[in-house]
């Protein structure tokens, strides 16, 4: 096998009689060159500023109704006729009329008090009555007596003396009582600062008592088998003899169980079907008690048994309590 390229075949010969014969071109003539036009160098323009051509372009056919400025955007004289100062202002319509309108409101008060100011001017004064003699006070003269004094002044306490010998007495077949949180001795005075430990919250209970115009407490209390009965006289000045009204109001309140005391007797009594929990004890108690009060007196009485409490006796001692202030 021959390593050469094979050659392209040669191309046919054509017959002599059907050939042209060639003549020898004629000779050019020469063309007139032009010299080369020098082209002016072009500065460019500075960053951010169009860039527009050398040579003014063309004048453009105006349209119809030419803008007075040239559109947002459009560069001055781009087609565009100058700017001629146009004034867009327009005539406000009815101007005319609301200036009219805004001098009749003004004129209008300013003549009607005018006319009913000449009106009232050419009338005849008229004549006040003539002034009444006042009787001036009369006070006694001398000085006010001691009995005089003390009949005005606001009735003594209802409840005075020694609160101590009201309250009732220990049955005889009960016992002292063995334990009290608030630490008062049973048959004697309770000191405010015992009657806010014995309600819990001391610092909030103390505050409240005072405010409320608390004058003293005689308390006592005994034990019954498993049951403990305790008994408060708590007693307010006068000026706030109505805090035993709101204290035995709000006893009402908080029971809504309680039942009203009958034969003239305010407050209600009653007992909590649900067991409740001493504090800081895991020992768990039922609850019933009275209020009623006598004058600026609010008897209480507080029953707790391991048993459910008979409401019944909560009514006869607080009665009973209540019948010792008469």
Known sequence: ????????????????????????????????????????????????????????????????????????GAPAGYGWPAAEAVDDRRPVRGSRTLLLLVA??????????????????????????????????????????????AAALPAPLSIDGDLRKLLLAKPADAQDEDGNASGATPGGWETVGEMARERGDSATEFEDLLDAGLRRTAMTGWRKGDIDYRIELIQYFSAD???????????????????????????????????????????????????????????????YSPNPVNADEARDLAKQQWERLG
């Open 1 to 72: 096998m021959s390593s050469e390229p094979p050659q392209p075949p040669a191309a046919p010969e054509t017959p002599a009689a059907d050939e042209a014969p060639v003549q020898a071109p004629a000779a050019a003539e020469p063309v007139a060159v032009e010299p080369p036009v020098p082209v002016e160098p072009v500065a460019e323009p500075a960053f951010g500023a169009p860039s527009f051509p050398a040579q003014p372009l063309p004048a453009q056919p105006l349209p119809a109704q030419p803008f007075a400025a040239p559109p947002f």
């Open 104 to 149: 009749a409101l003004l004129l209008g008060p300013l003549v009607g008090g005018g006319i009913g100011y000449a009106i009232q001017a050419q009338r005849p004064p008229t004549p006040l009555p003539p002034l009444q003699p006042v009787a001036q006070p009369q006070y006694p003269a001398g000085a006010l007596s001691p009995q005089a004094a």
């Open 241 to 303: 003899a109505r805090s035993a009204y709101e204290a035995m109001d709000q006893a009402h309140v908080r029971n809504p169980q309680s039942v009203p005391f009958a034969d003239g007797m305010q407050g209600s009594y009653w007992a909590d079907p649900k067991q409740r929990t001493y504090v800081q004890t895991n020992l768990k108690f039922y609850y019933g008690g009275a209020k009623t009060r006598r004058g600026d007196v609010l008897v209480s009485v507080e029953i």
